[in-house]
């Protein structure tokens, strides 16, 4: 009897325990700099803080008033790098699901 009581209290504590751990929230991630188009239509490139050339897209974000401005865009960077067959190099994609302007100016 007390062997059935401890699996039936384990059954529904287990669950229980399990579904009160809230959802770990998804974090974005952020890059600043100066926004330019890409070798294809709706590809673009930002050349972050580091130097770093990023590939960026967007499928709800027009960025095409952006471009040759100076753009902090919130998002989704890749894993892994691909490499880019234009420049030959490898360059993370970035997904933006938000831009706002930033501080700075781009070169001409």
Known sequence: MKESLLVLALL??????????SPKQKTHSTITGCLT??????????????????????????????????????????????????AGQPMPHFKVIKVKPASGSCKK
């Open 12 to 21: 529904v504590v287990t669950p229980a325990l399990a579904f009160s751990q």
């Open 37 to 86: 188009s890409g070798f294809q239509p709706d590809e673009y490139r930002l050349v972050d803080e580091k130097g770093v050339t990023n590939l960026v897209y967007s499928v709800s974000v027009h960025l095409d008033s952006y471009v040759g401005k100076s753009v902090t865009l919130t998002g989704d960077q890749s894993a892994t790098p691909s490499t880019d067959s234009a």
